[in-house]
């Protein structure tokens, strides 16, 4: 029974906890493929309350009805769905839990050892582990058509290759602090092709000059005229280096202008969607 009460708090607390900024591969996916994935996600959980549920009970019967619905049949009836949409490791890592389900039902009705069972739990749910360390699932932000436009623009303006870095975008009170960091602490190149970007841009919107969002995002992008007509003295823009990349702050003590930098990043998280995420204010307070 501890063992099971262990194993009960291990799979509810698996994604308890996050790093502060999520690093994770990102799967971009339209609704219907995500409804797809979270609800076969829901129901493994739920399939798994149940066995546990029978093995308290010492009813190794109920454990095997509760397992064969998680095996291969679950993953055939969504793999037509997502077999183009999804990669093929994330694939694998799901096939190997669904054989894992089907393997457990089979021992339930012939080895009937819940101790085996428990032990079978674990290593099915170790995958599960990995696959939530390595991918992270959200829905579609801005059309296909729309981010591929932005990246292949991104290209000719920004030095740095998008797949292996991060922008981090952090709206607080005052303004914003925009960071661009890279996946692979030792990838120097890249972090010195981060810091050439950013401490540019910087210098460039220092002067009113917003020419290179422009060129990614378009003439009408939100909270530019507002930025590039602000008053002297009334914007400030301060560029920093970080270990891992570097970063701009922004502030203001005018509200339109703070509003002008929300927008600003929302829409530069709207437009890179594949590669930016949204920091946490509590750590960027100016």
Same mark, same amino acid.
């Given at each position: 029974?501890?063992?099971?009460?262990?194993?009960?708090?291990?799979?509810?607390?698996?994604?308890?906890?996050?790093?502060?900024?999520?690093?994770?591969?990102?799967?971009?996916?339209?609704?219907?493929?995500?409804?797809?994935?979270?609800?076969?996600?829901?129901?493994?959980?739920?399939?798994?309350?149940?066995?546990?549920?029978?093995?308290?009970?010492?009813?190794?019967?109920?454990?095997?009805?509760?397992?064969?619905?998680? %095996?291969?049949?679950?993953?055939?009836?969504?793999?037509?769905?997502?077999?183009?949409?999804?990669? $093929?490791?994330?694939?694998?890592?799901?096939?190997?839990?669904?054989?894992?389900?089907?393997?457990?039902?089979?021992?339930?009705?012939?080895?009937?050892?819940? $101790?085996?069972?428990?032990?079978?739990?674990?290593?099915?749910?170790?995958?599960?582990?990995?696959?939530?360390?390595?991918?992270?699932? /959200?829905?579609?932000?801005?059309?296909?058509? /729309?981010?591929?436009?932005?990246?292949?623009? %991104?290209?000719?303006?920004?030095?740095?290759?998008?797949?292996?870095?991060?922008?981090?975008?952090?709206?607080?009170?005052?303004?914003?602090?925009?960071?661009?960091?890279?996946?692979?602490?030792?990838?120097?190149?890249?972090?010195?092709?981060? /810091?050439?970007?950013?401490?540019?841009?910087? /210098?460039?919107?220092?002067?009113?000059?917003?020419?290179?969002?422009?060129?990614?995002? %378009?003439?009408?992008?939100?909270?530019?005229?507002?930025?590039?007509?602000?008053? $002297?003295?009334?914007?400030?823009?301060?560029?920093?280096?970080?270990?891992?990349?570097?970063?701009?702050?922004?502030?203001?003590?005018?509200?339109?202008?703070?509003?002008?930098?929300?927008?600003?990043?929302?829409?530069?998280?709207?437009?890179?969607?594949?590669?930016?995420?949204?920091?946490?204010?509590?750590?960027?307070?100016?």
């Amino acid at each position: 029974m501890k063992k099971i009460a262990l194993l009960t708090l291990a799979l509810f607390s698996t994604n308890a906890f996050a790093e502060e900024i999520d690093h994770r591969r990102v799967l971009t996916l339209n609704e219907t493929n995500r409804h797809l994935v979270l609800t076969e996600m829901r129901a493994l959980f739920s399939g798994t309350q149940a066995i546990l549920g029978a093995l308290a009970n010492d009813d190794m019967k109920a454990v095997a009805q509760a397992a064969k619905p998680l %095996g291969m049949g679950m993953a055939h009836n969504a793999e037509n769905h997502l077999h183009d949409a999804l990669p $093929k490791e994330f694939m694998m890592m799901g096939k190997t839990v669904h054989i894992a389900f089907d393997e457990i039902a089979l021992d339930a009705e012939t080895v009937k050892d819940s $101790k085996h069972t428990l032990k079978q739990l674990n290593q099915a749910f170790g995958q599960c582990t990995a696959c939530h360390s390595a991918y992270q699932i /959200r829905p579609l932000s801005a059309s296909e058509a /729309r981010l591929d436009e932005v990246a292949s623009r %991104g290209i000719h303006v920004m030095p740095f290759d998008l797949d292996k870095t991060l922008h981090v975008f952090t709206k607080v009170e005052k303004g914003g602090v925009q960071q661009v960091i890279v996946k692979d602490k030792n990838d120097d190149q890249q972090i010195q092709l981060i /810091r050439q970007h950013l401490s540019k841009i910087t /210098r460039e919107f220092n002067q009113g000059n917003y020419s290179n969002p422009v060129k990614i995002h %378009g003439d009408k992008m939100a909270g530019l005229e507002a930025l590039g007509s602000a008053e $002297k003295g009334t914007l400030s823009i301060i560029y920093k280096e970080l270990p891992d990349g570097a970063q701009i702050d922004y502030s203001s003590e005018k509200a339109n202008l703070v509003s002008a930098i929300h927008q600003f990043f929302n829409e530069q998280l709207s437009d890179h969607a594949r590669h930016a995420v949204t920091g946490h204010s509590q750590h960027h307070q100016q």
